[in-house]
């Protein structure tokens, strides 16, 4: 009997306890959630509203479609969004050609020097994007440490070869910054296949090329995926490094949006594209979500 009623008392100051403490945790998170609101979530709306009511800060709120209907109903606006998406597609390509002989090597064959080789990976990342895209002014100006050598002393060309300011540099900039991404996702992947798969596959009579083709390649495909879509996601919300080292090589929607807002002023088209871009990027969160979920990964 005595237990039986004690237990109730043993029990309310662990229950206040747990109370006070779940109030202290709702307090620690209110500053980062507000944070987000009126940083983030709050931005998103009023973009998402402007697109269809281009007017709303002013004195005519009207609902129209007019942006959207330009945005897409103009050839000039329609090649934009194919070059935004075309240009993103090719540097997702590059990243992955340059970027999984990385990965392999650095999982199956770096040994000690698999730190070294992550640092080198990492390093550029914590350098501004700015500076890495005037270094990459610095290597392809007309008389830059591209130019001078093959003019100077080999004496390959008559003239500076022109290497900023073209589609080319433009796809270099975003490659440099964006093949990381691709790296480390195919890389964590490929850490996760069991090397006596490929060893099986060796013993029953294939081949290298067979083995990486047949075994190791499809393994991987969870790896390629997600680092595609993330490499094609922020390709296609570049700004920078388009600006200044691409020039008016590619018209892109991010340049777009900047020329609206700073040169036309006109902030209703604008938000129409950038609702495009935050739905195609809502459409690559939405596969990579997919694809985790196939990987037997509950969220």
Not at 119 to 145: D, Q
Not at 246 to 269: A, E, W
């Amino acid at each position: 009997m005595t237990a039986t009623v004690a237990a109730p008392a043993a029990s309310a100051p662990a229950r206040r306890r747990k109370a006070h403490s779940g109030a202290l945790s709702i307090w620690w998170v209110l500053p980062a959630v507000l944070f987000l609101i009126v940083f983030y979530v709050f931005p998103i709306v009023q973009n998402g509203y402007r697109g269809f009511y281009p007017e709303f800060a002013g004195a005519g709120l009207e609902f129209n479609l007019r942006a959207y209907a330009k945005l897409l109903g103009d050839s000039f606006y329609l090649g934009v969004i194919v070059d935004t998406f075309w240009l993103s597609a090719l540097v997702t390509l590059i990243c992955l050609v340059l970027g999984y002989p990385v990965a392999y090597f650095l999982v199956r064959y770096s040994g000690r020097w698999s730190g070294v080789i992550i640092f080198l990976l990492i390093a550029p990342l914590l350098t501004s994007i700015i500076m890495r895209t005037y270094g990459w002014r610095v290597l392809l100006a007309r008389r830059g440490l591209i130019n001078n050598p093959l003019l100077d002393q080999l004496g390959l060309i008559d003239a500076p070869l022109r290497l900023v300011n073209t589609q080319g540099s433009a796809v270099v900039g975003l490659v440099h910054v964006l093949v990381p991404f691709m790296v480390l996702a195919v890389a964590s992947v490929l850490q996760g296949i069991d090397t006596r798969l490929e060893e099986s596959a060796r013993i029953l009579g294939a081949n290298r090329w067979q083995t990486f083709l047949r075994v190791t390649l499809p393994l991987s495909l969870d790896g390629i995926g997600t680092g595609a879509i993330m490499v094609f996601m922020i390709a296609n919300g570049s700004f920078v490094t388009l600006l200044l080292i691409g020039g008016d090589s590619f018209r892109t929607l991010p340049l777009l949006i900047y020329q609206q807002f700073n040169t036309t002023r006109d902030f209703g088209f604008a938000a129409a594209m950038g609702n495009l871009l935050l739905l195609s990027a809502v459409g690559c969160l939405y596969l990579q979500l997919r694809l985790i979920r196939r990987r037997g990964v509950k969220g």
